[in-house]
């Protein structure tokens, strides 16, 4: 049976996978990031996490990695939180240290890919996937195809704007979805009222007895049931599928987050909204899918 690597780049660590025709992952392996370190860290990071695979039995590599993605040519057209990332070519980069043909796609539409492929929207043909993480991602799948949009920048949804002139979003905007919706934006609430930094997961943790992660909690309910509003209205698709390591914690937040958009939705009950199947191994396993498929177109 045929296998390639499967590659997620993450806000804190790139995850790597020898995986099979079938999904199944052979073998895993998983670096830390170091992104604030910059591109040429993150390169050796990448270099590292597949030598320690057994590439010689993959046949191709694919990578998701965040920011806009030209995916023909394997270009990263702009990101914003790995320093010196935008205008790299990450395709002939890594095929530079690996004998093998690499493939680049946007983290969030492989997330989708792999949900499609052996995941929770394999049933769905109109499909719109969120992830919740370090940032907010964003892809849509309808009549067999990804939304890619004519500057490589389709379905990026966490730079939606949610609030006209609020917080500065790392794409330059102010008032992004991101910044309100990512797991990171729950740490960042926290500290404008009180001071004191913590991580969304800190957060979470002090729900049941700090008054103030109770608000913090309150408020990113609410903003995904306002953002999810405007994600059905959009593009009214048959599901939403909510993925990203924020969704570990979806027995904190996600009945709130329901509440929310079934209040503030005209239609509630014309979509599903359902939580990720794969939610670490997601990256790695669609990766790995767009890998199998175009080195299939290839020859």
Not at 107 to 115: G, Q, T
Not at 250 to 271: A, H, L, R, S
Not at 284 to 294: S, W
Request: charged share 25%.
């Amino acid at each position: 049976m045929k296998k390639v690597i499967g590659i997620d780049i993450g806000g804190t660590k790139i995850n790597a996978s020898l995986i099979d025709e079938e999904g199944n992952i052979i073998d895993k392996k998983e670096v830390p990031t170091q992104a604030d370190k910059g591109r040429d860290t993150v390169l050796n990071n990448i270099k590292d996490v597949i030598y320690a695979l057994d590439y010689k039995e993959a046949e191709a590599i694919g990578i998701g990695t965040p920011g806009f993605i030209d995916s023909e040519n394997g270009i990263v057209t702009f990101a914003g939180n790995i320093k010196g990332w935008t205008g790299l070519n990450l395709k002939e980069t890594v095929e530079s240290f690996v004998d093998l043909p690499v493939f680049v796609e946007n983290d969030a539409n492989i997330a989708l890919v792999a949900e499609k492929w052996i995941g929770a929207a394999k049933d769905y043909d109109n499909i719109v996937m969120i992830t919740l993480g370090t940032g907010l991602g964003g892809a849509v799948y309808s009549d067999g195809q990804m939304l890619r949009g004519s500057n490589f920048q389709g379905a990026e949804l966490g730079h939606l704007i949610l609030y006209p002139g609020g917080r500065s979003c790392t794409c330059g905007q102010n008032g992004c979805a991101e910044a309100y919706c990512a797991g990171s934006a729950l740490g960042r609430e926290y500290e404008e009222i009180t001071g004191k930094k913590l991580s969304g997961k800190e957060v979470f943790a002090l729900v049941d007895t700090d008054d103030t992660a109770k608000e913090v909690l309150a408020h990113y309910e609410s903003n995904l049931g306002h953002y999810l509003t405007s994600i059905r209205n959009i593009f009214d698709p048959q599901v939403i599928v909510v993925g990203g390591g924020v969704i570990a914690s979806n027995d904190i937040f996600w009945d709130g987050m329901i509440q929310k958009f079934k209040e503030y939705c005209n239609k509630p009950e014309t979509v599903d909204i359902i939580p990720a199947k794969f939610l670490n191994n997601a990256g790695v396993i669609g990766a790995a899918k767009v890998a199998f498929e175009r080195i299939n177109n290839e020859k």
